[in-house]
């Protein structure tokens, strides 16, 4: 029942999106990615999505350590505020952003219709995945360990790299494929504040939509198919570099 549920789900559609992208052929394939536009957008969805991951993995696990190592004043608001971005609609997130970073920005700030507004409609929308992934196990930390490194002389650098590093590796890496996968197939937080100006700010997953808008679902797909291997390669390295932590602890 669990692998005809996944099927259903997950690999069949999968399944029938890899297939239609090579109903026309190989060549027809590449072709169809390698456009000057799709390649354009494929490069600036996957830089930026690594650029958030790595962000996200500095800036995420900092957050979770104050959440949790520290007490201050507005601490439960602000737990709340972390989960915002699951709870609001994306689209409304795009609004948000163009309100506060648009060309009659409040603050004086104007990130609409470039990269770095890219990137910024990203880092918000991924950013509660790194944070609650690393949360827990800070939480489950013993203490007690971290108490008799420093006994024995060791600095709070030796300890967090000895001690705490290394267990929270794993989650900061699950946070950080979590991270990578929202950022490759987001489009309600973008589609406003990019602009979708070709070669400059558009994002894969709105060219996919133009090609459907356009009648031409093959091509759509093959840019699908090719963001599902990239997506996959780098989940699947992710995997083994956890793999690799985790052993060698």
Same mark, same amino acid.
């Given at each position: 029942? $669990?692998?005809?549920?996944? %099927? ?14 090579? @109903?026309?052929?190989? %060549? ?8 000057? @536009? ?9 830089? !930026?999505? +690594?650029?958030? $991951?790595? =962000? /996200?993995?500095?800036? #995420? ?15 439960? =608001?602000?737990?709340?505020?972390? *989960? ?6 994306? =689209?409304? $997130? ?10 009659? %920005?409040?603050? #004086? ?17 991924? +950013? ?10 800070? +939480? @489950?930390? *013993?203490? @007690? ?7 024995? &002389? ?16 794993? !989650?900061?890496?699950? &946070?950080? &494929? ?29 060219? =996919? ?5 356009? *009648? /031409?679902?093959? #091509? ?16 699947? &390295? ?6 690799? !932590?985790?052993?060698? *602890?």
């Amino acid at each position: 029942m $669990a692998t005809l549920y996944l %099927s259903v789900l997950v690999l069949i559609p999968l399944g029938a999106v890899v297939w239609r992208s090579r @109903e026309d052929g190989w %060549s027809a394939f590449w072709s169809d990615v390698t456009t000057p @536009e799709a390649w354009s957008t494929i490069k600036l969805t996957v830089l !930026a999505s +690594l650029g958030v $991951a790595a =962000i /996200n993995v500095v800036m #995420g696990t900092l957050i979770a350590w104050v959440l949790v190592r520290d007490s201050f004043p507005g601490q439960r =608001i602000v737990e709340v505020l972390i *989960d915002l971005p699951f709870a609001l609609p994306t =689209i409304v $997130a795009g609004l948000v952003l163009i309100a506060l970073y648009g060309p009659d %920005s409040p603050v #004086g700030v104007s990130l609409a219709y470039s990269r770095p507004g890219v990137v910024l409609a990203l880092l918000f929308v991924t +950013l509660p995945f790194v944070v609650r992934t690393v949360q827990p196990v800070l +939480l @489950e930390l *013993d203490v @007690e360990m971290e108490e008799a490194a420093a006994s024995l &002389g060791a600095s709070r650098f030796t300890t967090f790299r000895r001690i705490i590093l290394p267990n929270l590796v794993p !989650a900061i890496l699950a &946070g950080a &494929g979590l991270s990578f996968a929202r950022a490759m197939s987001e489009y309600g937080s973008t589609v406003l504040i990019s602009g979708n100006i070709p070669f400059r700010t558009q994002v894969s997953s709105v060219h =996919i939509y133009n090609q459907i808008e356009n *009648d /031409n679902t093959t #091509g759509a797909a093959a840019v699908a198919t090719l963001l599902l291997i990239v997506s996959l390669v780098v989940l699947f &390295g992710i995997n083994l570099i956890e793999r690799w !932590a985790v052993n060698r *602890d």
